[in-house]
DNA sequence: ACTGTTTAGGTGTCCGTGCAACGTTCTAAG
DNA sequence: CTTAGAACGTTGCACGGACACCTAAACAGT
């Protein structure tokens, strides 16, 4: 596992690598940025009010919405306390557990959300999906599809 | 340019953008996790000492370097402060012009790059590489270097 | 019921990073 | 030659995130 198999293939790929180490940033800061200056919203804020949205009863267990938006619990709790803040979610507790807590989208955090997807979305398309093909982007969701189930079976 | 096209098209562009978003972090904090363990490296570490060891003379200016590692100035300024401190690299003023200044590999540090190359290498296969068929890797190259490109034109 | 274990969430602390401002040096315009 | 501006690298500051640890609650076995 730790043991090499092959020195002399890994040129082409670890450039491969590289490359998607480095689209993958700049993707992201651009995104960030944009977010940040038009709504004064960080990346990972916005992708917590979108699972929240997203999510049945626009609320979610901190434990889980930190595994979504993939975060340590303990930086999904400063950010829950940042949004809290704002107004934009608030803290519920569960009625079956009550160690359990929901956060739990506000209405003001729909509404901010709302106005800041255009900008997301216009990124995404910008930086990433209209500079491929669209069979490509159908390669690359297999491809992904493949990565994405080592989550289910590797790695707990 | 931040128009929306058509909200329709997104579902599933969004969950491809999604999901890769997921599968490089995931990759990435593999990777920082078994270099940090095994060589006490980060990944960022690694890719300066990288970067260096394939330039010429094994130095590199710090504006220069900063760009390929994808980090800040300042940023790089920090973690150069760590690496020289652990004698992986060296400062050297710069001849030709008074204000630069060159990152210089050391012996040490070539030697600590080449421990946990395989390490580095390791975790690219088998989180990344060997889940991918060798056409897909293809591919992808194919899809980065579009993606690249934009480095070039559109953000100076 | 009781005690040990596991799970949910929060807190103390440290580290890494970006931004803005700074000093220094190079370059260009007058 | 002088001076305005840009470029290079560093520093003060604040922020975001992770790790280790803590408390409270749920669950397990006896």
């Known amino acids: 596992m730790t043991l090499l198999h092959d020195e002399s293939l890994t040129a082409e790929e670890l450039t491969v690598w590289r ?13 960030e940025a944009e977010l940040l200056v038009a709504h004064d919203l960080a990346l990972a804020s916005y992708d917590v009010l979108l699972q929240l949205a997203e999510a049945p009863e626009r609320r979610l267990r901190m434990n889980d919405l ?3 938006v993939l975060l340590s619990r303990s930086g999904l709790t400063r950010l829950i306390d940042r949004l809290q803040r704002d107004g934009l979610v608030e803290r519920e507790a569960c009625a079956s ?4 807590l929901y956060a739990v989208l506000t209405d003001t ?5 709302a106005q800041a997807t255009p900008t997301y979305l216009g990124g995404i398309r910008s ?7 669209p069979g490509e982007i159908e ?6 599809a493949k990565l994405a189930a080592l989550d289910l079976t590797g790695a707990p």
């Not at 390669?139 to 992904?144: E, F, G, Y």
């Open 19 to 31: 490359m998607l180490q480095r689209a993958q940033m700049r993707v992201t800061r651009h995104l």
């Open 66 to 68: 930190a595994g979504r």
């Open 97 to 100: 557990d009550a160690r359990g």
């Open 109 to 113: 955090g729909a509404a901010r959300l």
């Open 127 to 133: 930086q990433f999906l209209d500079l491929l093909a």
């Open 139 to 144: 390669q690359v969701r297999v491809m992904l």
